[in-house]
């Protein structure tokens, strides 16, 4: 929708005419270009909103690239709305830099979180946090998605989120990944087999246990993945 101010008008419109609730609205700074920011911000402008929240990113960046703080620091200026910040905020220190850059008391977190679910909590994330943490996604992913090989596809994104907190994560990611395809080629020739629940399960342990320390038993537990035993299902 950003793609088309003028649809972005007319759905606002309607939507606050006929809403009974206080809305807030999250939005990006333009579709392809930063340069679509104030003809954007000035829709907003239009309707009461009660939170804007802006990630300070493209449409087509997805999360690529660093955030435009010029553009959100263009929203602090020109807002007539309240103003929440999202995007990249990854530990406590990031969110009060934006509060003491833009006067902004208000963020979204999301990856942050994910990668260090004890962020916010006294004293950080610590190796039994986050163990808990993917320990119940997982067992919530299989449940819900059928089988552990499902879930550990789920949990790429996860994992995707948690290697900056690992030396040398990239690399090991990039092993993980692989390991990955290679366990769907293996299950597409072999759909009578199954992953063991031991095996993974195993994985999701060792892999996440050397968090802030080394990467030892990551990179075992890669290596387990990648000769990891099938069994008839």
Not at 7 to 27: G, H, M, N, Q, R
Not at 86 to 110: H, K, L, P, Q, Y
Request: glycine share 6%.
């Amino acid at each position: 929708i950003l793609r088309d101010l003028q649809v972005l008008d007319e759905f606002l419109d309607a939507i606050f005419y006929k809403a009974p609730l206080p809305i807030s609205i999250k939005t990006r700074i333009g579709y392809s270009s930063s340069e679509e920011l104030p003809a954007l911000l000035e829709i907003y402008n239009k309707y009461p909103i009660k939170e804007l929240t802006v990630h300070p990113r493209v449409r087509e960046a997805f999360y690529k690239g660093a955030v435009d703080m010029e553009a959100f620091r263009y929203c602090v200026a020109n807002s007539k709305n309240p103003l929440c910040y999202n995007g990249d905020i990854c530990t406590v220190s990031d969110a009060e830099r934006i509060r003491e850059e833009f006067g902004i008391n208000t963020v979204m977190i999301g990856r942050g979180l994910i990668a260090d679910p004890g962020m916010l909590l006294p004293g950080g994330t610590d190796k039994q946090t986050l163990l808990d943490f993917t320990d119940e996604l997982m067992a919530e992913y299989t449940e819900i998605f059928g089988s552990v090989r499902n879930a550990m596809f789920r949990m790429k994104e996860n994992w995707g989120y948690l290697k900056r907190h690992f030396d040398g994560g990239d690399k090991l990611f990039k092993k993980l990944r692989k390991m990955l395809w290679s366990v769907s080629a293996k299950r597409s020739t072999v759909p009578s087999r199954r992953i063991t629940a031991s095996a993974s399960y195993s994985c999701i342990r060792f892999k996440f246990s050397p968090l802030f320390q080394n990467v030892s038993k990551w990179k075992s537990a890669a290596n387990m993945m990648l000769d990891c035993t099938f069994e008839d299902a």
